[in-house]
Every structure is written in structure tokens, then in C-alpha cells.
């Protein structure tokens, strides 16, 4: 009898990079899709790997007890992390701000007492209390009795912070079942969100391994694995690229003018990006240079505000919008938001053939660097900010970006009068940009081949 592995996707960009990778494509064992997706998104990840069974989740509904060591064990790591990196940007991965009576009452208890949680075995026996704890909820003998039945191998997800992820993984391994997980981003590391617990840890180069063990020093480095990660990949194969005059017909973009491409970030991360938009927009006409630049937008995925509305009509021979090709369910959670197939080789293209791009901060940084193309940092604050507590500053003193080797792997913008001479010097340095790269994402080469091997193996 074949072996089996149940694959748990919580989110959108988990199925982009895995599935529609080659992670997957010719393996031997069984694959069984443990899921809450719908049909649509079903039948887009069946056309594209081959799927044995899938299986719907059971519906999973988090304690207060399980929220309580849940959340306590976040704050009390973020107060324990901004002392060990000393960078107190990390306080703000803390919602601070409740709305609610209930929610008030309960954040402020958690507020006041992760402070004294000061040593780190103390939080070690908080995460002893939140395996208990997620043992005791129904959900965990529903999903035992689950795995039970299939008898998998190995339970892959392909993302560390997912809540029910962390009581499947807790019923594999009372199982005896080999459980792999992936760190999901360059910048989870920090934020203390590290909900499960697995046998495998798969990160994407050395520096997110040393994260992982400066953060996490209870995990064994024997279980820290460097394969790279897929999402990068995509670049290399000529085949994701889009035809250009298909794309640029398609697009109405202009095949005389040369590419701005403006992606943006999700509503909390970047608040002010239409008024960011709405600078290059203005500095372009302004400088009468309409006729050799247009801007593409390319909202992120989960945007589903309208905000880009206003300024994109205002500006409809400028700006030509690229919208993301994702599915999403009438809630439109981040977490039920899934891309297509086609969204691949639409983001490849977008990369190919923009000159450059410009956002806050965005690991777009790194798509683009696969074709050698500089990207614009924005890095000054509106003076009408949409939150009022809100700056850029403070999202270039996150630790993430404390990987980069010195300030020249992008072009900084620093307030709207740069906007002309630094998007329309597109010689960036690329150079600096690679040894960036080097760093944070390793070597992301044949990644798809390390991850299955890494998951069959261990």
C-alpha cells in the first residue's frame, strides 16, 4: 500500500507556492487535501497536482482557554524577542487596541501579566499549558479519530501560524505521525506567532534558520531544514511568461511607454497607498512625461476596499490596473481568498515587463530582483495619513529588514519631489539587490526538488 501525505493549506499563497510548484508533481505517495476550500478552488488545485482524496475539515472552534495561552504566550515571546534583538518595533505585531467590552477585558489581562513572564522557561510552560489545552477541545479527538482512519506518513502545512493547524498537528503526533511544517515569510519569524509544533521545520536559507533558533532555541537544529522556497521558482520557466502583445492587448498597457509598476500592500500595512498613487500620478503629468510612462497597479490580493477607486479614475490614461487573478468566497477573509493558476504567470509577466517597482516595504522587492529590476522603497508619510499612528518610519525598522547587507539594494523614495528622478532612473543597483537575495531567500533553485525529498525523508 502507497504511503499517504495530507496536505493542510490555510491560505492562498500556501497553494501558489506548493501547489502549483512542482513540490508536489510525480511523487509516489498519496496525496489527501485536508481542507475547508470550496469547489472552485477544489477543482483549480486538482487541474494542477494530482490529488488521491480530499477531505473536509471538521469545524473547529478555539477555547477561551486555548485563546487565553494562545495569546499570552504571543505577547509574553514579543516582550521576550524586543529585549533579545532589542528593537521594540516588534510590539507592534500586538493589537493593542480593542473595540469590544469582552475583547478589552480579556486583552488587558493578558497585557498585564505577560510583562512578569520574564524568563524564557516560563514560556516554555505556557506552551505546555496551550498543548494541553488544544488536546482537551472536541475538534482534537475529531480530527484523531481522522488521521486514524487515512494512517498518512508524513502531515505537511504551509503555514506556521494557522490555529487549527496546531491541534492536527498535536493528534498526528500523539499518532505517531511525522508532521512538517513551512515558515511561511522572511518576516514571521519575529512576530511570535509559531503556533504549531512539528518534527520539521522547513525554512527558506541559513539567516531564517538562525531566526528560527535564536527565537525558538527549544527546537533542534537537526529539525531546521534549508530547501529554499518554491514561490521563486516561477521565474525561472519561460513558460509563465505571458506573450507580450497578448499581455499588453489584454492590459491596455503600451507598448512605446515604459512600465511603473505600483503594488500594493494590504490595507494595515500600507494604509496610504492610493495617496502614494496619487503623488507619482500627479509628479508624472506634472513633469509631462505621460507620453513615455504609464503606471500598472497591482492591488494586493486581499484589498478588497476600492480605495485605489478614486485615483485610478481620476487618472484612467495613466494608470492601467492589473488585478490579481485570485478566487475568493462571499466573506472575502484573507484566509478564504485562493489565487489561480493563471495569477502565476500574470505576476511573472507584471515583473518581466515593468521597469520597476515601487511600495512600502513589500517582498515584491525580490520578485522583481528575479529579472534584475530595481524596485523604489516609498519612505516618507503623508500629511493627511488615513492612521493617524501610522508611519513608514517604523516599517524600515522592522527586523526583517535588518537582513539587508547595507541600504543599496533599493532605491529609497523620501518624499513626493524624488518621485521623477528616482522612478525614471531605473538603473538600480542590482549588485546589492542579489547579495540581498543571497541572503534571504538562499538558494531557491530546485527548491521543489529539496522540499519533497525533505518531507519523504524526514
Same mark, same amino acid.
Given at each position: 500500500?502507497?504511503?499517504? $501525505? =495530507?496536505?493542510?493549506?490555510?491560505?492562498?499563497?500556501?497553494?501558489?507556492?506548493?501547489?502549483?510548484?512542482? @513540490?508536489?508533481?510525480?511523487?509516489?505517495?498519496?496525496?489527501?487535501?485536508?481542507?475547508?476550500?470550496?469547489?472552485?478552488?477544489?477543482?483549480?488545485?486538482?487541474?494542477? =497536482?494530482?490529488?488521491?482524496?480530499?477531505?473536509?475539515?471538521?469545524?473547529?472552534?478555539?477555547? &477561551?482557554?486555548?485563546?487565553?495561552?494562545?495569546?499570552?504566550?504571543?505577547?509574553? +515571546?514579543?516582550?521576550? #524577542?524586543?529585549?533579545?534583538?532589542?528593537?521594540?518595533?516588534?510590539?507592534?505585531?500586538?493589537?493593542?487596541?480593542?473595540?469590544? %467590552?469582552?475583547?478589552?477585558?480579556?486583552?488587558?489581562?493578558?497585557?498585564?501579566?505577560?510583562?512578569?513572564?520574564?524568563?524564557?522557561?516560563?514560556?516554555?510552560?505556557?506552551?505546555?499549558?496551550?498543548?494541553?489545552?488544544?488536546?482537551?477541545?472536541?475538534?482534537?479527538?475529531? !480530527?484523531?479519530? $481522522?488521521?486514524?482512519?487515512?494512517?498518512?506518513?508524513?502531515?505537511?502545512?504551509?503555514?506556521? +501560524?494557522?490555529?487549527?493547524?496546531?491541534?492536527?498537528?498535536?493528534?498526528?503526533?500523539?499518532?505517531?505521525?511525522?508532521?512538517?511544517?513551512?515558515?511561511?515569510?522572511?518576516? #514571521?519569524?519575529?512576530?511570535?506567532?509559531?503556533?504549531?509544533?512539528?518534527?520539521?521545520?522547513?525554512?527558506?536559507?541559513?539567516?531564517? /534558520?538562525?531566526?528560527?533558533?535564536?527565537?525558538?532555541?527549544?527546537?533542534?537544529?537537526?529539525?531546521?531544514?534549508?530547501?529554499?522556497?518554491?514561490?521563486?521558482?516561477?521565474?525561472?520557466?519561460?513558460?509563465?511568461?505571458?506573450?507580450?502583445?497578448? %499581455?499588453?492587448?489584454?492590459?491596455?498597457?503600451?507598448?512605446?511607454?515604459?512600465?511603473?509598476?505600483?503594488?500594493?500592500?494590504?490595507?494595515?500595512?500600507?494604509?496610504?497607498?492610493?495617496?502614494?498613487?496619487?503623488?507619482?500620478?500627479?509628479?508624472?503629468? /506634472?513633469?509631462?512625461?505621460?507620453?513615455?510612462?504609464? $503606471?500598472?497597479?497591482?492591488?494586493?490580493?486581499?484589498?478588497?476596499?476600492?480605495?485605489?477607486?478614486? @485615483?485610478?479614475?481620476?487618472?484612467?490614461?495613466?494608470?492601467?490596473?492589473?488585478?490579481?487573478?485570485?478566487? %475568493?468566497?462571499?466573506?472575502?477573509?484573507?484566509?478564504? =481568498?485562493?489565487?489561480? $493558476?493563471?495569477? @502565476?504567470?500574470?505576476?511573472?509577466?507584471?515583473? %518581466?515587463?515593468?521597469?520597476?517597482?515601487?511600495?512600502?516595504?513589500?517582498?515584491?522587492?525580490?520578485?522583481?530582483?528575479?529579472?534584475?529590476?530595481?524596485? =523604489?522603497?516609498?519612505?516618507?508619510?503623508?500629511?493627511?495619513?488615513? &492612521?493617524?499612528?501610522?508611519?513608514?518610519?517604523?516599517?524600515?525598522?522592522?527586523?526583517?529588514?535588518?537582513?539587508?547587507? #547595507?541600504?543599496?539594494?533599493?532605491?529609497?523614495?523620501?518624499?513626493?519631489?524624488?518621485?521623477?528622478?528616482?522612478?525614471?532612473? !531605473?538603473?538600480?543597483?542590482?549588485?546589492?539587490?542579489?547579495?540581498?537575495?543571497?541572503?534571504?531567500?538562499?538558494?531557491?533553485?530546485?527548491?521543489?526538488?529539496?522540499?519533497?525529498?525533505?518531507?519523504?525523508?524526514?
Amino acid at each position: 500500500m502507497k504511503n499517504k $501525505i =495530507v496536505l493542510l493549506f490555510p491560505d492562498g499563497v500556501g497553494i501558489r507556492n506548493y501547489l502549483y510548484s512542482d @513540490v508536489f508533481k510525480g511523487i509516489e505517495e498519496d496525496l489527501i487535501l485536508f481542507h475547508n476550500f470550496d469547489s472552485e478552488t477544489i477543482r483549480a488545485v486538482k487541474e494542477n =497536482v494530482s490529488i488521491d482524496d480530499d477531505i473536509v475539515i471538521p469545524k473547529y472552534k478555539e477555547s &477561551v482557554k486555548e485563546k487565553f495561552f494562545r495569546e499570552l504566550i504571543c505577547l509574553s +515571546r514579543l516582550y521576550y #524577542n524586543t529585549e533579545k534583538v532589542d528593537n521594540k518595533t516588534l510590539l507592534t505585531n500586538w493589537n493593542w487596541k480593542q473595540k469590544t %467590552f469582552s475583547k478589552k477585558l480579556f486583552y488587558k489581562t493578558i497585557e498585564r501579566i505577560a510583562p512578569y513572564v520574564k524568563r524564557y522557561s516560563g514560556i516554555l510552560k505556557l506552551e505546555k499549558k496551550y498543548q494541553k489545552a488544544i488536546r482537551q477541545n472536541p475538534f482534537y479527538n475529531e !480530527v484523531k479519530n $481522522i488521521l486514524r482512519r487515512i494512517e498518512p506518513s508524513v502531515v505537511f502545512c504551509s503555514h506556521q +501560524r494557522a490555529l487549527n493547524a496546531a491541534t492536527i498537528f498535536a493528534a498526528a503526533t500523539d499518532l505517531g505521525i511525522k508532521t512538517t511544517t513551512v515558515i511561511y515569510s522572511w518576516d #514571521n519569524l519575529p512576530k511570535a506567532r509559531l503556533a504549531l509544533r512539528a518534527d520539521n521545520y522547513l525554512v527558506w536559507s541559513e539567516y531564517m /534558520k538562525k531566526e528560527l533558533k535564536l527565537y525558538y532555541p527549544e527546537i533542534s537544529s537537526d529539525a531546521i531544514h534549508i530547501t529554499g522556497t518554491p514561490q521563486f521558482e516561477f521565474y525561472e520557466n519561460e513558460k509563465n511568461i505571458i506573450e507580450k502583445v497578448i %499581455f499588453y492587448e489584454k492590459y491596455k498597457l503600451d507598448s512605446c511607454k515604459k512600465i511603473i509598476c505600483f503594488s500594493g500592500d494590504d490595507t494595515k500595512t500600507s494604509p496610504d497607498d492610493p495617496s502614494y498613487l496619487k503623488d507619482i500620478a500627479e509628479e508624472i503629468i /506634472k513633469a509631462n512625461l505621460q507620453g513615455e510612462y504609464q $503606471i500598472l497597479l497591482r492591488r494586493c490580493p486581499v484589498d478588497f476596499s476600492g480605495r485605489f477607486d478614486a @485615483v485610478v479614475n481620476e487618472n484612467k490614461d495613466l494608470i492601467r490596473e492589473v488585478p490579481p487573478l485570485w478566487y %475568493f468566497s462571499t466573506s472575502k477573509e484573507w484566509n478564504a =481568498v485562493y489565487p489561480s $493558476i493563471d495569477d @502565476v504567470k500574470l505576476l511573472v509577466s507584471t515583473a %518581466f515587463y515593468s521597469d520597476i517597482v515601487v511600495n512600502v516595504g513589500s517582498t515584491m522587492a525580490f520578485d522583481f530582483g528575479m529579472f534584475n529590476k530595481p524596485c =523604489v522603497f516609498i519612505n516618507y508619510d503623508q500629511e493627511n495619513k488615513k &492612521v493617524k499612528d501610522w508611519s513608514v518610519k517604523t516599517i524600515y525598522k522592522y527586523q526583517h529588514f535588518k537582513s539587508m547587507p #547595507n541600504g543599496d539594494a533599493v532605491i529609497w523614495l523620501n518624499n513626493k519631489e524624488e518621485i521623477i528622478e528616482k522612478l525614471t532612473n !531605473v538603473a538600480g543597483n542590482c549588485f546589492e539587490m542579489s547579495q540581498w537575495e543571497k541572503i534571504v531567500l538562499g538558494d531557491y533553485k530546485n527548491a521543489s526538488e529539496r522540499i519533497q525529498q525533505t518531507i519523504k525523508i524526514n
